[in-house]
């Protein structure tokens, strides 16, 4: 959630709100789900961290009286995002951490969602490939069905990520 809410600073700074409303809006219908505390607190730690900062700025005629606490990104929070763009990592399943990744990269321009897919869609089949390896080297070991198990979920995450590249494929053509 961290680099994902960097990652929309990364293209202007916002108040809580503002970014609140566009992870929303990134999730679609999984933003329903997103907890308003949590890009509080997330903006807090960030703060702490250095990666974000604080501008107070008063609020305009007509909007809530009180000032507005805008956050802009720091320039270790534009490095972290830019290192976040070009992480492999991938711990679960289709994430939404992946696709708030996508979302990011083509909002702030740091990187090209069709690339991140092939990149990750690359080293999720080097993982397959040595999955299936060891499947090979013992084929009714007592990890035998796990490793199938992982190897199924990592075809059906290649899958998703075919798909993934047709949208964005499809969004730079419009």
């Given amino acids: 959630m961290q680099e994902a809410i960097l990652a929309l600073l990364a293209k202007e700074p916002a108040h809580g709100y503002e970014l609140r409303q566009r992870l929303e ?5 999984a933003g329903g789900a997103l907890n308003p ?4 607190v997330s903006l807090s ?3 702490r961290s250095g ?11 007509g909007d809530h009286p009180s000032d507005r606490r805008v956050y802009e990104l720091t320039a270790a929070g534009r490095e972290r995002v830019g290192a976040w763009l070009h992480d492999l990592t991938w711990a679960k399943v289709a994430p939404v951490e992946f696709h708030l990744k996508l979302v990011a990269a083509a909002a702030t321009g740091m ?14 089949l080097r993982r397959l490939r040595e999955l299936q390896e060891h499947a090979r080297s013992e084929p009714d070991g007592p990890g035998s069905l796990l490793l ?8 059906a995450d290649v899958r998703w ?14």
């Fill in 111 to 124: 990187a090209d969602p069709v690339a991140l897919v092939e990149s990750q869609r690359l080293e999720l």
């Fill in 161 to 174: 990520l075919e798909a993934c590249e047709r949208h964005w494929i499809e969004a730079e053509s419009r």
């Fill in 37 to 40: 505390g949590q890009v509080y």
């Fill in 25 to 29: 809006s990134a999730l679609g219908p």
């Fill in 148 to 155: 199938e198990g992982a190897a199924l979920r990592l075809q």
């Fill in 45 to 47: 730690r960030l703060e």
């Fill in 51 to 61: 990666l974000v900062r604080e501008d107070v700025r008063p609020g305009r005629k």
